[in-house]
């Protein structure tokens, strides 16, 4: 169950009925830049915003029969001038990079209203870009006064907090082998938000302007999270990032000021099933797993000084150095440069070439290097 937690609560430690953090899984009631200020430092994975997009509408919107569009001119997206809106979006930048842990990274969407202010933003406070994401709609709204293109898109930026965070989570291996085992790329196709999945008032009526569809949130957590990260969404409106980060075995934490929002994502959030572990288990590949050197090895004593290591149908040999490194005839170096240099080739994946003898059979080194690992993820 979603828990409802105001900021005095936060910094006084955890409601009684809140999870174990205090926050997580949880709906601050407040300003956004103040709420932050009472979140820990470096305790977040991923931050995914959907900020007031600025739209400076000029009036009322109509459609060619005179039938008023129910646009967005609530208060929250209003801002006296453009210079209020950088101060803003200034302001709850810095507030996210402060509770982002280093390996983290930040989601923010916008249209050609606000976008660009807040990328270049983004780049003045030295947010690295990673991507930039087109949101192609299928079923978009259109042009009514036949004046301008139809405006189809949505952009997301996808940043890091400095370019020296290089630890980031990216699925790679597992969205290009949802995708066919093609990489994905960076124009998605999907519907706005319509039908049974739009939350409505009791009087018929959208509880929330500028509600995200599912699939979107979905396709970035699946992206950019593993199950148990946290993510943070400040300015949480519907509870769309509630309600995916739940359903996908991921904690929580949303900001929002509007108590209709609040109940409205508190009850929608309420009602979802969680998906099992096995379901949500993600597909990596060798680039995912965690660095092995050739002398952790020898350091574990999987591998001693003195072992002569062999290819597979023994035609070279080579002898292991107390220092990691592997030495044939008069040459010397690494399990790589070796394999390369004895076999006449500019390149040579070791781990694979190289053999032990395990008994009467030969094993490639590369299964003791799964062995660390597979001890390493027991430790983590």
């Known amino acids: 169950m979603s828990t409802v937690v105001s900021m005095a609560e936060i910094s006084r430690g955890a409601s009684p009925s809140a999870s174990p953090s205090g926050w997580l899984d949880s709906i601050i009631k407040g300003d956004c830049v103040a709420a932050l200020e009472a979140l820990p430092d470096n305790s977040v994975d991923v931050v995914f915003a959907d900020p007031p997009y600025n739209l400076q ?19 929250w997206d209003q801002f006296v001038s453009f210079e209020a809106y950088d101060a803003f979006t200034r302001a709850w930048l810095l507030a996210c990079r402060r509770v982002l842990k280093p390996t983290g990274t930040l989601w923010v969407i916008g249209s050609y209203h606000n976008i660009f202010r807040v990328g270049a933003t983004l780049q003045d406070l030295n947010f690295w870009i990673l991507n930039d994401i087109i949101w192609r709609k299928t079923n978009p709204m259109p042009n009514f006064k036949g004046r301008r293109f139809q405006n189809a898109h949505e952009t997301l930026i996808w940043a890091s907090p400095s370019a020296k965070g290089k630890s980031y989570t990216f699925n790679y291996d597992a969205l290009k082998a949802s995708n066919d085992d093609v990489q994905m790329r960076s124009d998605w196709l999907f519907p706005i938000c319509s039908g049974g999945e739009r939350l409505k008032g009791e009087d018929g009526k959208k509880a929330h302007p500028t509600q995200k569809p599912e699939a979107l949130l979905a396709r970035i957590l699946m992206a950019s999270t593993k199950p148990g990260d946290v993510v943070l969404d400040p300015f ?41 572990k096995a379901t949500l288990s993600v597909l990596s590949g060798k680039k995912a797993e965690p660095r092995v050197a050739f002398n952790t090895l020898i350091e574990s004593g999987m591998i001693k000084p003195g072992t002569v290591l062999t290819d597979a149908r023994r ?37 694979t070439f190289w053999h032990y003898e395990d008994g009467k059979s030969l094993r490639p080194i590369d299964d003791l290097r799964a062995v660390i690992r597979s001890e390493m993820a027991r430790a983590n």
């Open 57 to 75: 509408l000029g009036g009322a919107l109509t459609r060619p029969d005179q039938s008023l569009v129910d646009a967005v001119d609530d208060d």
């Open 236 to 276: 949480f409106g519907s509870g769309t990032t509630g309600a995916v980060a739940k359903r996908l075995g991921r904690h929580f934490v949303g900001i929002e000021r509007e108590q209709a929002y609040i109940d409205a994502a508190t009850q929608r959030i309420d009602a979802v099933e969680p998906l099992g």
């Open 315 to 351: 035609r070279y040999s080579a002898i292991v150095r107390a220092d990691g490194t592997v030495a044939s005839g008069g040459d010397a170096g690494s399990i790589h440069r070796l394999g390369a240099k004895v076999q006449g080739l500019d390149a040579c994946n070791g781990w």
